[in-house]
Each structure stands twice: as structure tokens, then as C-alpha cells.
């Protein structure tokens, strides 16, 4: 027994942006090497490289980005390259949006200096319009002077000007640039970035009234590519750009489902071809590289892996080297005498015979069996249901508190869970921009359009809804957020949801064809926890006792083990309609309750009376809403006096924090 920390605990990197435990550079270094010179490459002369990275569960794919990306980071005093790095844990017909958010999530990181990626790009690139050498050493000051003088602004305001009207970003693009840059209402503005959403009245005060039109063919998936084309040709403008493709296996809705890969391969093409000094790095598992590679169509594919990379099974000299590295990294065993009378210990001679021998010789498993191997106090061992249930209940709790995108949370979430649960077909709609998701079952196909826009583009889409007829056995659900009410302001909002809501014809069961749907905060925090694990364990991530649980594991899990009441109403609902509620349940109008949420959303706590007033209702009928728990509203008191908005919102198109 020993409390001495276990080196050992810990064999899985969450993403490329977390710092390696330990990194034993002979490790891969054939692979590191194929990166760094490609890199080099597109840097002198603006060469498209590509690599594709395959290796069993574990091998470190994730640990050999980190290592890449420390790399890029060490750039000796030249501009250094743009690193981004995206896990493509998301629906295949949101991959855009998401490639989008996660751009702009690196572009608005800020280095050791407080400095974002983004000030960088765009300082560096005005000074070359300028014709100028830039000065990186006065970057900050320089950042001072935009900020605190209009004449800093106007110095470099026409060169800005004619930068982005040469590289083609259009004008709320620029528009948003030009904010962050000056730190003005800077959260608004990466909001915007993020997503292209803002509540009308926030557009309006940003300056973007007009910049972007709404129109009648208006497609979420080419806007946000537009804009990632953008933002990549305003980087290589100054430098290199590195991105890199990680955990694609998680596009797979069931294990048959090759939708994904195919519009994994568009995209990655796309982006080869529009944006020049880019190395893409993608990187998937051996195990499911052949399906990959049938999925994709060859032109895209050979834009993709350039090189193709393996990452082989460890050496002997490479696992004593990981070892020894990893209990080097702690202070207490870095002389312990037990690594001089055994240079393999804890796993010793005979341990190493059994790792050598496992037809898996990845790091991952290494590190597990020195984790078993090293002294401890023995524990208790859950089996897999007990431990995918454990996994879940925690990450549900961390979505209750944040979901950086609850549309791609319900649509891949719920995808995974129709799937596993009653196997019927689920497909991304092709050519139907307003749709995300189609359900078919016995004989009934079922639509679903997620409706979490804000202000003219939430009413537009509505519009284009109410005029889509719908096929013979189709029926129509659209849905949006709880936690976005609609404006009490957005009357024409109101009236499109309303009459969608409230379509009289109905199916054979007498079930309406057309209805909205807003599920509870708590179903919405179950469905990111199911795509979060089941993307974990479609790209190996998932680990127990050093080995990855297989995806048809956590589908039996889900099947048999995964009970969770607010999860399974949202089922019922979607597949049966809303149920109906005793009369004696006091039960709000849709225009009220958002009137409520809105309200608590501007001030996070109020009391009753306050919120009445504010609503227009009597006290009785806000209590009753807020104690229902259909909105996530906090109440103190019995009866309630106080009521709190407990879960964040971003109503105002920023994270407001929960009272």
C-alpha cells in the first residue's frame, strides 16, 4: 500500500488543446516527422497538405495533435502557425455549424500573453495591406491604442477596409471582426461569430441590421461554410494553417450508417481546395478505416490523405521508455528503489512478456496494466452497465449546467437513442435545408426541424415551414429550445408558431401531422450525455480496464440499462404526441411561460410579485408555473416568494450565468 498518486491513472487525452502527462518523442516520430514537414511545406510555399492518421483504439492519435500542436506553438520567433483542432462529435448534416464554432472557439483563445489567435490574424494581416513589417513585440500595446484612441482606428480603418474587400469577407464578417478587435460588446460579437445568431434587437445595436439578408433558399450548412472559408483566407494570409479532424467515427449514427463519412469527405475536400497553406490532419481508427475510405468518393479522399499515416504497436524500448517516462513525471518515485532493482516496475519483466504478446500493444493499454500493477488500495469494480450508467448520470449533470449547442445536442442525441432503442431508420434529409432529422417507421415518416434561430431568421424560417406542404405520410415536428423563449415582441413569430402548432389535420391515429415540440431542460441535458459517451466509445475513447468499450455495448446499454423518466416522455412525445395532463394540473400557455422565462432571463431573480406584475398575471399562476419544473426555474419558499433562473441561458446571445 502506498499514497503515493498512481502515475498511471490516467491513459486518455480528452483533446489536442489538454498537455500530454509525459511525451516520448520516439514514439510515432516517423508520423511527427510527416507532419512538421508538410507543415513547413504549405509555410514556405503555400503548399495544401493532407494526412490521414489511422491506428487501433488507444494508439494516440489525440497525444500525437497535442504533441503537433506544442509543436506549432514553439515556432522560434516566426509568425506561427494557426492551429485548430475539431472532434467531429456532431450530426453529419450539422458538421458545418460545428466546424464553424470550433474555428472560431480557436481563433478567440488567448495565448500566455491574454492575446486571442484572432487579434493576431488580424493585426498581422492590416499590417501586410499596410505594406508594413508587423511588430508582434508591440502587439499589446498597439491593442491598447485601438481601444483607447479613435485615431489608433482610423490609422488602419481603409487598409482594413481593403483587406477584407480583397479575400472576399463580407461585410458582417468584417463587421465582427472590427468589434472583437476593439473589445466592443466583444461577447455579442463571438456569439455571432459562432453561430451568425443574434436576437434582432442586438443585431440592430452591433450594427449587422441588414448585413445579412434573409432569404426564401436560406441553408444554415452553406452559411457557416461561407464563413469558415472566410475566416481560413483571412488566416493563411499571414501564416500556415493546421487543422485537424479528430474522432469521425462519432458521425456514425448505427454502425451500418456511412452518411456521415460521405459528407465528412465533401467538407475536407471543400476545404483542401479553398483554402491554400493548409495541412489537414485526419485521424481515425484502423478498425473502421476500410468503411471510411468505401464511404468516401475517391476524388475527395485523395484530397484528404495525401500520406497516409500508421500508427503501429509499441516496441519494447518504446513501452520501458513510456514507463519510465510516466514515473519520472512524479516527484515521489523519480529515485523510488524499486526502479533500480527492476527498470520495468511496476509492470516487470513478466508483465512486459503479456503486453508484448497482446495483439493490442497500443499506449493506452500499457499504461492500464501498469495502473493495475502499480501498489493500491484495492477497490470495488463496477461492471460495464454500472459504469456506463455512472458515466452518464455525470456527464448529464455537467449538460445541466452547460450545452455549448442544444440543436445538435437533441438532433445527434436523440439520432443515437431512436437508433439503439427501436432500430428504425434515421437519415439526414438531403436537399432540405429546414430539416434535420427524418424518422421512418410503419409506414409513417416523421420530420423534424430544429427552430432555435433568433429574431428574423427564427420568423423566416417559420414562414418557409407553414408554406412546405408536407408528402402523403409525413408528418412535421418542429423544435426549439425551452431555455429560448420566444419574444413576447416577435408577433409574427407568434403567429406562425401558433398556427403550426395548432394543425388541424391529422393522421389515422388522429395524431396532428404538424406540431411544436419544447423539450424539458432535463431531457435535453439526457440527450447530450448519450452523444457525448456514445462518441467517446464510437472513437475508442471510452475505456475500461485499459481496453475501449465497444459502440454495440453502450447500444445494449441503452436498450436495456439506460432509465431516465424526462428522456423517455420526449420519446413518447415524438413518437405518440403530447400526453394529456389531469385537469386539475394547472397548465400555462406557451405565450406566458416564455413571457416568464424571458423575463427571469434580463434579471436571473425576482420576486413573485415582481414577475407577476411583469407579466401581467396573477401571483397564483406565476407560482404555478414556476414550481411545474418544465422550465428549469428555481423557486425559494413554501410558497414560493422567490424565483431564479437555474439553469444559463442565451437569450441575449451570451451565457448568462444562473442565479
Wanted: aromatic content about 6%; hydrophobic content about 45%; overall charge neutral.
Amino acid at each position: 500500500m502506498t499514497s503515493v498518486a498512481n502515475p498511471f491513472s490516467n491513459g486518455i487525452m480528452p483533446d489536442a488543446w489538454c498537455r500530454p502527462m509525459v511525451d516520448v518523442p520516439s514514439i510515432y516520430a516517423d508520423v511527427s516527422d510527416v507532419c512538421l514537414a508538410s507543415l513547413e511545406e504549405a509555410r514556405r510555399h503555400r503548399k495544401r497538405r493532407s494526412i490521414l492518421v489511422h491506428g487501433a483504439a488507444g494508439s494516440g492519435k489525440t497525444h500525437l495533435l497535442a504533441r503537433l500542436r506544442a509543436a506549432v506553438a514553439d515556432h522560434g520567433g516566426e509568425t506561427p502557425p494557426f492551429f485548430c483542432y475539431v472532434r467531429l462529435a456532431t450530426s453529419p448534416n450539422m458538421m458545418q455549424r460545428h466546424l464553424r464554432a470550433c474555428l472560431v472557439g480557436d481563433l478567440v483563445r488567448k495565448d500566455a500573453r491574454g492575446i486571442a489567435n484572432l487579434e493576431w490574424v488580424l493585426l498581422e494581416a492590416v499590417a501586410k495591406e499596410m505594406g508594413r513589417a508587423y511588430d508582434r513585440a508591440g502587439t499589446a500595446a498597439h491593442l491598447a491604442r485601438l481601444r483607447d484612441t479613435a485615431a489608433a482606428w482610423e490609422e488602419i480603418r481603409e487598409p482594413f477596409g481593403e483587406l477584407c474587400t480583397r479575400l472576399g469577407i463580407d461585410y458582417a464578417l468584417a463587421r465582427a471582426c472590427r468589434l472583437f478587435l476593439l473589445r466592443q460588446q466583444r461577447p455579442e460579437a463571438v456569439h455571432w461569430l459562432k453561430s451568425g445568431e443574434l436576437p434582432d434587437a442586438v443585431r440592430e445595436q452591433l450594427g449587422f441590421d441588414g448585413a445579412v439578408a434573409v432569404t426564401e433558399g436560406h441553408d444554415p450548412e452553406r452559411t457557416a461554410a461561407t464563413v469558415v472559408h472566410q475566416l481560413c483566407r483571412l488566416i493563411v494570409e499571414t501564416r500556415p494553417f493546421v487543422i485537424c479532424f479528430d474522432q469521425i467515427e462519432s458521425l456514425q449514427v448505427a454502425s451500418d450508417d456511412r452518411t456521415g463519412f460521405f459528407a465528412f469527405g465533401r467538407l475536407a475536400a471543400d476545404l483542401f481546395d479553398e483554402v491554400e497553406a493548409t495541412v489537414l490532419i485526419t485521424c481515425v481508427q484502423s478498425g473502421l478505416w476500410p468503411q471510411i475510405r468505401q464511404a468516401i468518393a475517391p476524388a475527395d479522399y485523395h484530397r484528404l490523405a495525401q500520406h497516409e499515416c500508421v500508427l503501429g504497436p509499441l516496441s519494447a524500448e518504446q513501452a520501458a521508455a513510456l514507463i519510465s517516462a510516466r514515473l519520472d513525471a512524479s516527484p515521489a518515485l523519480v529515485d523510488d528503489p524499486r526502479r533500480g532493482r527492476d527498470p520495468l516496475w511496476p509492470l516487470g519483466e513478466e508483465g512486459m512478456r503479456r503486453f508484448l504478446a497482446d495483439r493490442e500493444r497500443t499506449p493506452r493499454r500499457l499504461i492500464a496494466m501498469c495502473r493495475e500493477a502499480f501498489p493500491h488500495v484495492e477497490c470495488g469494480t463496477m461492471d460495464v452497465n454500472a459504469y456506463l450508467t455512472d458515466l452518464f448520470e455525470r456527464r448529464r449533470g455537467d449538460a445541466l449546467v452547460h450545452i455549448e449547442d442544444s440543436a445538435a445536442a437533441f438532433v445527434h442525441g436523440i439520432s443515437l437513442v431512436i437508433a439503439a432503442r427501436k432500430r428504425i431508420p434515421v437519415a439526414a434529409p438531403a436537399d432540405r435545408p429546414d430539416v434535420d432529422l427524418v424518422l421512418s417507421w410503419s409506414g409513417r415518416q416523421v420530420v423534424i426541424s430544429m427552430c432555435n434561430q433568433e429574431g428574423n431568421v427564427f420568423t423566416a424560417k417559420l414562414k418557409r415551414l407553414s408554406q412546405q406542404p408536407l408528402g402523403s405520410h409525413e408528418e412535421r415536428i418542429l423544435v426549439r429550445d425551452t431555455l429560448r423563449p420566444i419574444p413576447q415582441t416577435s408577433r409574427r413569430a407568434w403567429e406562425f408558431w401558433n398556427t403550426l402548432a395548432s394543425g388541424r389535420e391529422k393522421t389515422e391515429t388522429g395524431l396532428s401531422r404538424q406540431r411544436t415540440l419544447r423539450p424539458a431542460v432535463e431531457a435535453l441535458a439526457a440527450l447530450e450525455a448519450v452523444r457525448s459517451v456514445m462518441s467517446d466509445a464510437r472513437a475508442g475513447e471510452l475505456e475500461r480496464h485499459g481496453r475501449s468499450v465497444p459502440p454495440a455495448v453502450v447500444e445494449d446499454w441503452i436498450r436495456g440499462h439506460l432509465c431516465d423518466e424526462p428522456l423517455d416522455r420526449l420519446l413518447l412525445e415524438i413518437e405518440y404526441g403530447p400526453a394529456r395532463k389531469a385537469a386539475t394540473v394547472p397548465v400555462a400557455a406557451a405565450a406566458l411561460r416564455d413571457a416568464v422565462l424571458e423575463e427571469l432571463q434580463r434579471r436571473h431573480l425576482m420576486r413573485v410579485e415582481e414577475l407577476a406584475a411583469a407579466t401581467g398575471v396573477s401571483v397564483d399562476r406565476v407560482r404555478d408555473l414556476a414550481t411545474t419544473g418544465e422550465l428549469g426555474i428555481g423557486v425559494l419558499g413554501d410558497p414560493p416568494t422567490v424565483v431564479f433562473e437555474r439553469f444559463a441561458s442565451v437569450a441575449s446571445g451570451q451565457a448568462a450565468p444562473a442565479s
